[in-house]
Structure formats: structure tokens, C-alpha cells
């Protein structure tokens, strides 16, 4: 659609109509206008699903790795796919913007949402994050690039002031939203945090760089509740405040208007770029408006089409090779792996995530998988009718009981598996009823005059024992069991944050001893207030075995198994967004347990099921170490795929290992000071006096290479373009990522030790050479010119690195940039 036609529908509009668009309907959709032909557009939490447009376990969703496996793939041809797939997940689902990706940076390996996130660089994250947005926006479904900018911490996320100095911005925090912009993204998400002085909803930098010097044409769409007035604002280059419908416009903002603190003109902007968003994904058609329903008006399920078996078998292919893509082997000795299943006798699979793993991360960027395949299913089914598996826990790390579900409840009322949830008005009548497939309830549907959530159920024990029973939520909560009552009690609001209070109210726990087969009744209550969210649950777990007899019982599996696989990680307590990680230790007693299991079995793999870097005190003391991240429904299969050698494992490091942070996340006074300027990540430690356990980059596969040339000619536009010639001197196929590092040695400016400036993945077959190719445009020369306002290139030589990590690096050549020059 032409700007004139933008413009002459924003003319028909009157001031109160125009403003009503720009602040949501609901929490997932916008405003309808008929006269204009111009129905809700719909928009949906990612990155790693479309959840739709509400919480609702009976809607799910095809799951993809976290954004940080995606990473460390490296592999920009397999991440346009699972973007072309989440394409076809929101339109399944009637959605017509994913709010995704992230294109934060990992300034800090304690940062909560460090899973959400791709990479500490700037280049790497730049590149996965196109090629995400490609594939989305490739089927009509627009993409959002989040959260503008330098949003890359959990504490005090909704009021912090970033400082940050402009060449940092520039040539670091920057740099993947001007490639989003560069590739044409059609949304961009402003952030809750401040940056040098200014909330990011009200900041300059909306107007410049962003829509002036990039020429975005999107629309700023503000992240939930980062609106907070109507006049500065709304004088802003923000354009859509969500969610809906009360927030800091709507009347305010007409008022501002009309008594001159607001331009028109400033409001029209807005909602021309939401028509022009509109016409993009198809929700603009004058002469008709066609309805899309909320979850209130249909229970959770608003448009959504079921999937098809045929769309998970195809889903689930690209999936599987995706986990496999994303693992990083750090360590191999002894060639531990891959595991020859036909030699395999007896197989220990041990760990607290091995039968229960975490394959998404916790936060706005979570759906209910359509499956999930743990690593126990997923070695079983590798082995079956090969070899036995055995497994044993060996730890607890979780904190709360399970909600309740399909395997040990049923249905009060019908007796189907799950639970019963009543809504009750104010005299404790019932207004709604429905049945739902689980005991942790996010969103239960909207129904005029609910006050109180009930979830009811029959538990069946599967053990004799005491058990512990919980209920969560904020407010008044009641829990009893068999008409008992166990809880009651008023949990106050401590927090403001959003991903808290909607996702994880507490919980409150009682103990109940109960009879195998012997079922009860447990009922939970929560009462709803106006600003602690809906979220409620009702959870149980059997009893336990003692720390000491399961740390035992793991280790006699071990002790008796040819092999020993232990999946280790972190819990929705100790990596989630909402609030940022205190160290990088595992949860309880996991590090204690790999020793144990590999000092009775010192054929021992360890898989580490984590978001972002963990300590990992013990690696030198187990012969192989394998990353798994949050992988995706298909974790046990594409997890055995690379421990028994049907692939290789993919990855390479997207970010440092370390076992500490160099840099804080908790703000001072509010500030948070981004001191470190251009030294995060692996160009900090390149200044540390003891090298991190890993290096970004890093990654083995199942073969070896040999790094035996070099030449740098050069390039278009200023540019050079690397070719390294590479040999797979092992004995099976592989592939490489060839990494290319710029270092500039008697610089005039400060710069980083070296940063990486391009890299090409390989393939070659055993005995193979290869050349890589690497083109490295002009922008990877220049340095941003605070005095200038612009990028300038040094004049002089530079240092050209060859390698596979930041630090390993056997291939050196120079080339030298010409005439001094400055521009994009």
C-alpha cells in the first residue's frame, strides 16, 4: 500500500478515533476500525514458539531451541527455516506479529534472559537474528526486533538506567538492530529501561538512529506496561503502547492533543505506520473487517487451527537436526564419543533433568510444546532391543512440586484425565466451568464477575507415602484436601515485574501421607485482585527417596553400566527472566554428583541442559562434556543422534564459558554503568590474566582439521574477502566454522584486542581440503567517530586471524586499508 493512501485513511480518522488505535485492545491484539477495513492485529509471544494469544496448555506449539542454541549453530541457512516454520505456526494460529527476536547481547553470563538472547558479539548476533527475521517475514508474519536497547539484564530491568557511551552503542548494542532495520524487519519493540537519561518509550534514540539515520518504516511497539505518559510519549516516535486496554494514553493522549502538549501530527505518524503494519500482514482490507475473536470470547483458543499430523512429523525433521546443530562438544578425551551402540551392554542415564529436562527457558518466551522427548526417551529409543538403560535421579534441584496432569489426576466431575477449573463470583457461586489438561493454570478464560479461580481434582497416588501438595498465587490461596483444609493464606505482592507476578506466583506447601491407589480429592482456591495477575496452580509430588540413598542409587547404575550419560542444569529458580543469576554454580548438589558418577565410572558423558554458561568445576575430570542449551521438544532424539554418532555435534560456543562474570548487572542509585565500554565477552578476557574455561568460538566435532593457508585480497566496497584452506585430516565427514578476527596493532583509537569480522561454515569428507570463504565488508574496518558522528576507517594495516576460537588462531595475514573514509 502507497503513502498516500496511508495517508488518506488517517485524514477520515477524528482525534479520539486515531488514539484509540494506538494502545491495545487486549493484551494481544489491537483495535479493530470498520470504517477503515481494519481488523485486530493479532501478536504472540516467541522466539521459540507461537503461543497465541493466551496461556492455554490445550493450544500448543511446535518448540525450537532456545535462541541461544540457535546461535551456536552458526548456521544461518537452518535458522531461516525455523523461522519460515514459526511463520507457519502464527498463521495456524491466526497471529500476525511474533514478538521476536531477541537481539540483546550477552553482556553478562548472569543475565536472566541470557537464553532469549543469541551471543555476546555483535556480528554473530546480527547475523542469526536476520536470518530469523528472513524466514518470518518470508510467509507474511512480521517480526520484532527486541528489546531497543540495551536491555541485557533482569534487575531493576523496568526502571534501570543504562549508561552507556555512544561509540559502545554504536559499535556493540546497536549493531544488530541496524541489521534487523538494514533487512527490512517490520517491527521494532522499545525496551522498559532507560538509556542515558531517558526511558527507551520517550528516548531520542527512537527518532535517531533508528527511524532517521536507518530509515526504519516499521512500527515502535513498546514492550508491556513500558509506556508511563501520555505527553513525552507521546511527542516520541513510539507508536502502539501495549498492552490494552488501559495504559498511559487513551483519553490522556487526546487531552495532550488537544491542549497542544502533543502534536497532531506526531499521533498521525503513529497510526499511519500501524495502517502501513496492517498492510503488511494482511489485516488491512477496505471494505471489510473480519473479526478476530479474543481469548475472553472464546476461552483461550482464539483462531487457533489444530496441527496436523502431517505439520508435526515435518515440524519435528527440522526440529531433531536442529538440537543436533546446536550442541557444542567441549570436551572429548580419549574420544569418549561418539558411544558404538552395538558395543553397549548396559547404559546409565542419571541426572535431574535426564527423565524431566528443561527444554525452554522460563518467562514470556515459554508455550506448551506440542511433545517433548526427554534425554531418557530419546537414549531408550536409540538402544531399544541393543542395549538396557537404567536411571536414577541422583540429585533434586527443583523447588516446587508438579503441577497436576494427564498421569495422576482426573477430572472431578467426568473423571477425564486432568483437573476441573470453576470460576466463582463474589458470593462463591460458579460463573464458569471447563476442563483443562494440567494444574498450573496461567490464564483461565475471562468471565464478567469471576473472583476466585478454583482448580479441583482427584489425585491418584502411585506410591504410599507423604506427599507435598501445593498451591500458588498471589493474594488470598486455599488449599485442602478431602474437605481438610491445609493452606490458608494471604501471600502479599512484593514485585512490579510483569514476568513475576503473571508467571511465577509463589507457592505455599503442605504435607499429606497417602495410600497407593487411594484417591483424594484436592481443591485449590486463589482470589483475583486488579494487579496480581491470574496465574494459579495446584501441584503434588510423591514421596522422595533421601539425598544420600538417591545419590547412592546413582551411583551403584553408574558403577555397573559401560557407559555412564549425566544431564545436569538449571531450574525455573535459577534461570528465568525476571531476575538476573546471584553466581554461575548449578542448582544443589549437581556438581557433587558428577564427580561421584564418574569417580565409580570413569566412562562418564556429561550433558549440560542450561540456557547460558554454569561453572563447571569438574570438566577436567570427565573425559567428555557436551552442551545441550534449552533444545526444543526434540531433545532426546537429536541428543542421541550426536551421542551415537548418526551426527556430529554442530555447535560452536555463541558466547564465553567462564565460571565467573566480569561485569555487574545490578544497578547503583538505578544506574547501571556499562564501564567495560567494548571489552565484553571473550574481548574482556583477551585482557584477563587467566584464559576462560572455553572461548567463544569453541567447538569439537567427531573430526579433526588442519588450518594450512591463508590469502587476503581485496574486496567491493572497501572490503576484503579471507580465503583459508582447511583439511579434514580425521576419519569421518565433518564440518568446520573458520572464524576471521581483525586486529589492529598501534591503533589510534582504543579498540578491542581483535573482534571477529566474518566466518564461513565447511564440509569435507576424511582426508579433504576445502576453502573457506569469508567476506569481510567495509563496516568490519571501522570504528565509530563520537567527534565525526559517523563510521570512520583507520588508515593502515590490519591484522587478519584465522582459526577456531577467539584465541586459537594459527593462520595470520595483514592487509591494508587506504584512503582514510567515512560513511555507512
Given at each position: 500500500m502507497i503513502d498516500d493512501e496511508l495517508d488518506d485513511m488517517v485524514r477520515k480518522l477524528d482525534l479520539d478515533q486515531k488514539v484509540r488505535l494506538l494502545t491495545g485492545a487486549t493484551a494481544w491484539r489491537t483495535h479493530a476500525e470498520p470504517d477503515l477495513g481494519l481488523r485486530s492485529i493479532v501478536v504472540s509471544d516467541g522466539p521459540i514458539g507461537v503461543r497465541g494469544q493466551g496461556w492455554d496448555e490445550r493450544s500448543v506449539s511446535l518448540t525450537l531451541p532456545s535462541p541461544s542454541a540457535l546461535a551456536a549453530t552458526w548456521d544461518t541457512g537452518l535458522v531461516r527455516r525455523l523461522g519460515e516454520l514459526l511463520a507457519g505456526e502464527a498463521r495456524r494460529k491466526s497471529v500476525d506479529v511474533l514478538l521476536a527476536p531477541t537481539i540483546n547481547l550477552h553482556r553478562s553470563p548472569l543475565g536472566?534472559?541470557?537464553?532469549?538472547?543469541?551471543?555476546?558479539?555483535?556480528?554473530?548476533?546480527?547475523?542469526?537474528?536476520?536470518?530469523?527475521?528472513?524466514?518470518?517475514?518470508?510467509?507474511?508474519?512480521?517480526?520484532?526486533?527486541?528489546?531497543?536497547?540495551?536491555?541485557?539484564?533482569?534487575?531493576?530491568?523496568?526502571?534501570?538506567?543504562?549508561?552507556?557511551?555512544e561509540r559502545t552503542l554504536r559499535e556493540l548494542y546497536m549493531v544488530p538492530f541496524e541489521a534487523?532495520?538494514?533487512?527490512?524487519?517490520?517491527?521494532?519493540?522499545?525496551?522498559?529501561?532507560?538509556?542515558?537519561?531517558?526511558?527507551?518509550?520517550?528516548?531520542?534514540?527512537?527518532?535517531?538512529?533508528?527511524?532517521?539515520?536507518?530509515?526504519?518504516?516499521?512500527?515502535?511497539?513498546?514492550?508491556?506496561?513500558?509506556?508511563?505518559?501520555?505527553?513525552?510519549?507521546?511527542?516520541?516516535?513510539?507508536?502502539?503502547?501495549?498492552?490494552?486496554?488501559?495504559?498511559?494514553w487513551g483519553p490522556a493522549l487526546a487531552a495532550a492533543v488537544r491542549s497542544g502538549d502533543v502534536p497532531e501530527e506526531a499521533v498521525d505518524e503513529?497510526?499511519?505506520?500501524?495502517?502501513?503494519?496492517?498492510?503488511?500482514?494482511?489485516?488491512?482490507?477496505?471494505?471489510?473487517?473480519?473479526?478476530?475473536?479474543?481469548?475472553?470470547?472464546?476461552?483461550?483458543?482464539?483462531?487457533?487451527?489444530?496441527?496436523?499430523?502431517?505439520?508435526?512429523?515435518?515440524?519435528?525433521?527440522?526440529?531433531?537436526?536442529?538440537?543436533a546443530a546446536s550442541a557444542v562438544l567441549l570436551r572429548n578425551e580419549g574420544g569418549l564419543l561418539p558411544l558404538?551402540?552395538?558395543?553397549?551392554?548396559?547404559?546409565?542415564?542419571?541426572?535431574?533433568n535426564a527423565a524431566t529436562p528443561r527444554v525452554q527457558g522460563g518467562g514470556s518466551a515459554g508455550?506448551?510444546?506440542?511433545?517433548?522427548?526427554?534425554?531418557?526417551?530419546?537414549?531408550?529409543?536409540?538402544?531399544?532391543?541393543?542395549?538396557?538403560?537404567t536411571h536414577a535421579v541422583g540429585t533434586y534441584t527443583d523447588g516446587h512440586p508438579a503441577p497436576l496432569g494427564l498421569d495422576n489426576a482426573c477430572d472431578p466431575r467426568d473423571g477425564?484425565?486432568?483437573?476441573?477449573?470453576?470460576?466463582?463470583?463474589?458470593?462463591?457461586?460458579?460463573?464458569?466451568?471447563?476442563?483443562?489438561?494440567?494444574?498450573?493454570?496461567?490464564?483461565?478464560?475471562?468471565?464478567?464477575?469471576?473472583?476466585?479461580?478454583?482448580?479441583?481434582?482427584?489425585?491418584?497416588?502411585?506410591?504410599?507415602?507423604?506427599?507435598?501438595v501445593g498451591v500458588s498465587g498471589w493474594g488470598p490461596v486455599f488449599l485442602a484436601a478431602d474437605g481438610v483444609t491445609l493452606v490458608d493464606e494471604d501471600v502479599p505482592l512484593d514485585t512490579d515485574d510483569p514476568a513475576t507476578i503473571h508467571l511465577h506466583p509463589p507457592y505455599r506447601f503442605a504435607e499429606l501421607d497417602l495410600t497407593e491407589g487411594v484417591e483424594v480429592e484436592l481443591v485449590s482456591r486463589r482470589r483475583l485482585s486488579r494487579d496480581s495477575g491470574l496465574a494459579s496452580a495446584l501441584a503434588a509430588d510423591p514421596p522422595r527417596r533421601g539425598d544420600a540413598d538417591e545419590l547412592a542409587a546413582a551411583v551403584e547404575l553408574a558403577r555397573d553400566a559401560d557407559v555412564a550419560i549425566v544431564v545436569v542444569g538449571s531450574t525455573d529458580e535459577?534461570?528465568?527472566?525476571?531476575?538476573?543469576?546471584?553466581?554461575?554454580?548449578l542448582p544443589g548438589d549437581q556438581d557433587a554428583l558428577v564427580r561421584a558418577v564418574v569417580a565409580a565410572n570413569p566412562s562418564t558423558v556429561v550433558v549440560v541442559n542450561t540456557g547460558g554458561p554454569v561453572a563447571l568445576p569438574w570438566r577436567d575430570e570427565v573425559p567428555a562434556v557436551l552442551l545441550s542449551w534449552f533444545p526444543g521438544q526434540e531433545y532426546g532424539h537429536g541428543l542421541a543422534d550426536v551421542l551415537f554418532g548418526t551426527t556430529e555435534p554442530g555447535g560452536r560456543l555463541p558466547t564465553t564459558w567462564a565460571a565467573r562474570s566480569l561485569v555487574s548487572t545490578t544497578p547503583a542509585g538505578g544506574v547501571l554503568k556499562y564501564g567495560e565500554a567494548l571489552d565484553i565477552g571473550y574481548r574482556a578476557w583477551l585482557r584477563e590474566p587467566e584464559p576462560p574455561a572455553y572461548w567463544f568460538g569453541h567447538g569439537l566435532g567427531y573430526t579433526t582439521w588442519a588450518y594450512e593457508g591463508i590469502t587476503v585480497e581485496p574486496g567491493a566496497?572497501?572490503?576484503?574477502?579471507?580465503?583459508?584452506?582447511?583439511?579434514?585430516?580425521?576419519?569421518?565427514?565433518?564440518a568446520e566454522v573458520a572464524q576471521v578476527y581483525l586486529a589492529r596493532p598501534g591503533s589510534a583509537v582504543s579498540r578491542p584486542e581483535r573482534w571477529l569480522a566474518g566466518y564461513a561454515r565447511v564440509t569435507a569428507g576424511p582426508g579433504e581440503a576445502v576453502e573457506a570463504v569469508v567476506e569481510l565488508p567495509a563496516r568490519a574496518f571501522q570504528h565509530w567517530s563520537v567527534e565525526r558522528k559517523g563510521w570512520v576507517t583507520e588508515l593502515g594495516g590490519f591484522a587478519v586471524l584465522a582459526g577456531r576460537t577467539a584465541a586459537d588462531l594459527p593462520l595470520a595475514a595483514s592487509v591494508t586499508v587506504g584512503a582514510e573514509s567515512t560513511g555507512a
Open positions: 536472566g534472559r541470557h537464553f532469549e538472547c543469541y551471543s555476546e558479539d555483535p556480528l554473530l548476533t546480527a547475523r542469526i537474528g536476520v536470518a530469523y527475521i528472513e524466514g518470518v517475514q518470508s510467509r507474511g508474519v512480521a517480526a520484532t526486533a527486541k528489546h531497543y536497547v540495551a536491555n541485557d539484564s533482569e534487575t531493576e530491568r523496568m526502571t534501570l538506567d543504562a549508561h552507556v557511551d534487523a532495520v538494514a533487512a527490512g524487519v517490520w517491527v521494532v519493540m522499545a525496551a522498559y529501561n532507560g538509556v542515558n537519561g531517558a526511558t527507551m518509550t520517550e528516548n531520542p534514540l527512537l527518532a535517531d538512529p533508528l527511524k532517521g539515520e536507518w530509515g526504519f518504516d516499521g512500527l515502535v511497539i513498546s514492550d508491556w506496561g513500558a509506556v508511563r505518559s501520555a505527553v513525552a510519549a507521546g511527542r516520541a516516535p513510539q507508536d502502539l503502547a501495549m498492552p490494552g486496554p488501559d495504559g498511559a503513529k497510526v499511519r505506520r500501524l495502517l502501513g503494519l496492517a498492510a503488511r500482514v494482511g489485516a488491512l482490507s477496505p471494505g471489510s473487517s473480519p473479526a478476530v475473536l479474543s481469548p475472553a470470547e472464546t476461552g483461550g483458543l482464539a483462531g487457533v487451527t489444530p496441527i496436523t499430523a502431517e505439520e508435526v512429523e515435518r515440524g519435528r525433521v527440522v526440529l531433531r537436526e536442529a538440537v558404538a551402540p552395538g558395543r553397549l551392554r548396559r547404559v546409565a542415564v542419571i541426572g535431574p508455550v506448551y510444546p506440542v511433545s517433548v522427548a526427554s534425554p531418557l526417551d530419546g537414549i531408550r529409543a536409540a538402544l531399544d532391543g541393543l542395549a538396557e538403560v477425564r484425565p486432568g483437573v476441573l477449573v470453576r470460576l466463582l463470583g463474589a458470593d462463591g457461586a460458579e460463573v464458569h466451568a471447563e476442563h483443562r489438561l494440567t494444574g498450573q493454570i496461567l490464564e483461565p478464560a475471562l468471565v464478567r464477575g469471576m473472583r476466585t479461580v478454583e482448580i479441583r481434582a482427584r489425585l491418584r497416588p502411585s506410591v504410599t507415602g507423604r506427599w507435598r535459577s534461570e528465568s527472566e525476571g531476575y538476573d543469576r546471584t553466581d554461575l554454580t566496497s572497501a572490503g576484503a574477502v579471507v580465503r583459508i584452506l582447511l583439511r579434514n585430516t580425521g576419519t569421518r565427514a565433518g
